[in-house]
């Protein structure tokens, strides 16, 4: 029964049950009532209130869809009237103590020698194979890493112990709790020699009972992609990266990072020559000025950008992406920028980088035949951003095209692409 108080005394639990005594509501739904906490931290809280039995939940596609439960409610309604007001205080003295802290330990089976998987864990290339959106590590003890797992959800502290092939310990924190905050966890993988591939076994340490709920439903999630990705080289696109709930600028840039990172990553060598929808441009060449592009926003938010000597489309892509974006988390919104001779508000500028990176992504995959694969959400969003961005005069300079008609039962990204002058019939998906 105690335990069922406790459970109750967390103010943003009570806020949760207040809400879904007025009827069900979905995650999203719910998250936009918290806007000092993250929407994993509302998961973590709401995973509490369902192990408890407070609550109960129903998935509908994508979406999960909370409501309150009538038992548990009238078992907490019964323990309450028992108890007398020393009881409670001894609850209250109880809640202000330091929290136990949660392991999860898992272990997984992949079939890959140990120098592959172990590739496959720390190599940015590999981890944006079935984990991350972006990511980089400085791979010794003391050195910094700083993985986008999903947009809007960025891990990062430092690296504690490597030996390569075998261990890598690392502290974890989340950068999208607000405030930001350190590393509190750690994060320890090991690897050892499997019957037909290697076993790899992770242990998260140092969590609290809300983390380990959400963190055991990620690692269960990963550690599943791992495996495919172990198998065939590329776990495919992640549904949990396809559509941000909720979504603003930066977390539209960088699910659309994803979605034309995955378009790249199939480019061959033969569709360099290729011509594509935005005029002018070869495959390569187009490339080359999406490349230009992000270094140029990126400096736009006060980074200093490396680019990749690499050949590979992705990896030159990912690599200035990647630093783009990351200076303009550190940057923020606020004030305006310096876009080469032109002085912009620091919103619309950033709304390019979504723009640049979901439409340039169709172009290329339009013109070598490739998938691409992006939710409506996010198509709907950039959409919307790239109304308020082009104006009439981007089109009068040869920018853009006038925007095609288009049927009024048309997907979100032919909107998209119409929007920007494009011939939506070429879109595939």
């Given at each position: 029964m105690?335990?069922?108080l ?35 931290a ?21 979406y ?30 109880a ?9 999860i ?28 959106v ?47 905050s ?8 090991t ?21 380990e ?6 690692w269960?999630?990963?550690?599943g ?8 080289g ?39 020559r ?14 080359d ?37 990351e ?20 919103p ?20 070598s035949?490739?998938e ?19 104006s009439?005069?981007?089109r ?25 002058g ?8």
């Amino acid at each position: 029964m105690r335990d069922l108080l406790a459970v109750v005394a967390e103010p943003n639990r009570r806020r949760l049950l207040e809400l879904l005594f007025q009827g069900e509501r979905s995650a999203g739904e719910l998250a936009r009532q918290f806007p000092s906490i993250t929407r994993p931290a509302v998961s973590q809280h709401l995973g509490v209130l369902a192990r408890a039995g407070l609550v109960a939940s129903r998935r509908d596609g994508r979406y999960r869809y909370y409501r309150v439960e009538p038992g548990g409610l009238a078992e907490l309604r019964d323990t309450l009237g028992v108890f007398w007001e020393r009881e409670l205080e001894e609850l209250a003295t109880a809640a202000r103590k330091e929290p136990a802290t949660m392991t999860i330990d898992k272990s997984v089976l992949v079939p890959l020698g140990i120098d592959d998987t172990f590739a496959l864990l720390t190599e940015p290339a590999r981890l944006r194979r079935w984990q991350t959106v972006a990511a980089r590590i400085d791979l010794r003890a003391g050195g910094d890493y700083r993985w986008t797992i999903t947009p809007g959800h960025t891990a990062a502290g430092r690296v504690l112990e490597v030996e390569p092939g075998r261990r890598l310990v690392l502290s974890w924190g989340w950068e999208d709790s607000d405030p930001p905050s350190p590393p509190t966890s750690t994060l320890t993988v090991t690897l050892e020699p499997g019957n037909g591939g290697t076993m790899v076994r992770l242990v998260h340490e140092g969590l609290t009972a809300e983390q380990e709920v959400g963190h055991t439903e990620g690692w269960t999630h990963y550690l599943g992609r791992l495996e495919a990705a172990a198998r065939s080289g590329d776990a495919g696109p992640d549904e949990w990266a396809a559509a941000p709930d909720p979504i603003d600028r930066l977390t539209a840039a960088e699910a659309s990072l994803a979605v034309c990172q995955r378009v790249l990553a199939r480019l061959s060598a033969d569709d360099g020559r290729k011509t594509t929808p935005c005029r002018d441009f070869t495959v390569d060449q187009l490339v080359d000025h999406l490349e230009e592009s992000m270094v140029r926003l990126g400096a736009a938010a006060g980074g200093q950008l490396t680019r990749s000597e690499a050949p590979d489309p992705e990896e030159r892509i990912a690599t200035v992406a990647q630093q783009a974006l990351e200076a303009w988390r550190r940057r923020g919104l606020d004030g305006d920028v310096a876009l080469g001779p032109l002085s912009l508000p620091a919103p619309v500028a950033a709304d390019i980088l979504s723009i640049e990176l979901l439409v340039h992504g169709w172009d290329l995959a339009s013109a070598s035949s490739v998938e691409i694969t992006a939710s409506d959400e996010l198509a709907d969003y950039v959409l919307r951003l790239g109304q308020e961005v082009i104006s009439p005069e981007l089109r009068a300079s040869g920018r853009f095209d006038a925007p095609l008609d288009i049927e009024s039962d048309a997907g979100s990204l032919e909107r998209l692409v119409a929007y920007t002058g494009r011939q939506p019939s070429l879109v595939n998906t």
